[in-house]
């Protein structure tokens, strides 16, 4: 197939735009499903994380066919936490549809992918969905969006693009401003992307290079690498030269057994790979996201990948507590670090480093949520570990010390609009823009150190009833700010091993708030509440009640007990202090004391202050 006959397209917005939605009626329209099969909505979202959390971790690629034409689409995460994939992304195509929600207009992550897709100079075609929405506002929409490219300093001929209106979730295009009618479908949308999107650059006749840019894994034929083809052609059964990251080795050399391309969902078998177009090859098992294939007769390494740094890091170390080893198949150490370098290979935006201790690794990464679904990746695939609390990074700027600030774009109904404001202003929260929406909703952009929107999302759902909307964002280093509140209440510490009692906990809960029920194993170290005032406090919660020959009916009322603050993984993370860790296991999330007895704690303060 000729440069000419196919265009490569990345699907970029903000979180909840409609990408996969739109990437879903798009192989439907062009029957990539068949008749017979069943339809699975969000069918790029493969991942049992995407599906759970409704969003895209992992950049994707499926391709269609159009009027003779083969369109790779590229779908992308919405998050600023896996931009990296986004990236990524970019290096594979040659154009972007930009999707804009018909009523929120641009949003923070809008304006990231947009300018890193100004960068490379790729051109755009905006498409306006959900515009059957009845709080749409396509003109003001519309307006925004040439403002953000505006703001931007795009060049002129990126201003020029063709804009579509859409219906995602039913298939429905209309080109211009405006709604499709009933009977409408995608054609205008995959006509536009035909005639705006340029074919792939490159000479087919060209030694060959081509750039990875994402890796996969397969049962059969083992490591998988995906990319792009930029100049020559690369062929099942030639000898090709890997380019790796270690520059002063001599490439590798290897006939490439097998190769593959996107056809639908499928990769399928194929005899070559044309400049410009993408590609799956396996046989390499040492290639790494930025290695280029290139020609064995000459190979040249294209300009490796990179992406913005990590903001945020924290520790993975063994489980040290004493119910370790119930759950879990992966335990040590090893185990634990040779899962976390797997994962580099494949994330080009999470860092490992080593520690003091062999046993403990240190993690950096994009941002709380990027680390949450790593943790929450590995605990499912069977591994057991303790994390510390996310630190953010700091930077030495003109001999100052700065750190990561982040902007956060919070959408609440108008009567939580004080309780958003009152909760960022101790985490140094600024409100940089208010704008009242005509649906009884308000969006407030914030700037705060990154440190201080640690748990700053599930404080607002917790405030709000679950009815905000937040959206967070690396907005560049500000001058450190100095100390933060962090939790109101101390940590209620078992002092002992056992299962925990209804007596015992009855008498607690009156001290504070409980994270276990009854029957509940506990550790001397593990923590088991939060004290009302700021004290910590180490209890007994296997205390039972003494069986005595009196009986009155005062002491034998039932207990009744307040239902445990059960923590997810994300909010034991942000809870816990620097002291502590949160056990993670395929059945439970635990958090617990650094160092378990109260004699270690006490002499570890002791060394702390004399340190200080």
Known sequence: MSASSFRNVALIAHVDHGKTTLVDAMLSSTGVFASHEARVDRVMDSNDQERERGITILAKAASVEWKGTRINLVDTPGHADFGGEVERALAMVDGVLLLVDAAEGPMP??????????????????????????????????????????????????????????????????????????????????????????????????????????????????????????????????????????EEEPPLKRKLTSLLGFTGLERTVVNERAAGDLFVLAGFPEVEIGDTIADVNDPQPLPRLSVDEPVLRMTFGVNTSPLAGRDGKFLTSRQIKDRLEREVLGNVSIRIGATSSPEIIEVSGRGELQLAVLIESMRREGFELQVSRPEVIIREIDGTPHEPLERAVVDVPDDYVGTVTQAAAPRKGKVTDLRPGDTGRTVITLEAPARGLLGFRSLLMTSTRGTALIHQQHAGWMPWAGDLPHRVGGAITSDRQGASTGFALDNLQKRGEM???????????????????????????????????????????????????????????EWISDDELVEVTPEAIRVRKRFLTESDRKREKTRAKSRA
């Open 515 to 573: 994270f276990i029920g009854p029957g509940t194993d506990v550790y001397e170290g593990m923590i088991i509440g939060e004290a009302s005032r700021g004290e910590e406090m180490t209890v007994n919660a296997t205390k039972g009640k003494q069986l005595t020959n009196i009986r009155t009916h005062a002491s034998d009322e039932a207990i009744k007990l307040k239902p445990p603050r059960i923590h997810t993984l994300e909010t034991a993370i």
């Open 109 to 246: 992550q809008t304006r990231y992918v947009l300018s890193k897709t100004l960068g490379l100079h790729l051109p755009s075609v905006v498409v306006v969905n959900k515009v059957d929405r009845p709080d749409s506002r396509l003109d003001e929409v519309v307006d925004e969006i040439y403002q953000l490219f505006f703001d931007l300093e795009a060049d002129d001929h990126h201003i020029e693009f063709p804009i579509i209106s859409t219906v995602a979730r039913e298939g429905r295009a209309l080109a211009g401003i405006g709604v499709p009618d009933d009977d409408a479908d995608l054609s205008p949308l995959l006509d536009a992307i035909v005639g705006t999107i340029p074919a792939p650059s490159g000479d087919p006749d060209a030694p060959l290079q081509a750039i990875v840019t994402n890796l996969d894994a397969s049962d059969y034929l083992g490591r998988l690498a995906i990319g792009r083809v930029i100049q020559g052609t690369m062929r099942a059964g030639d000898q090709v030269a890997l380019c790796h990251a270690h």
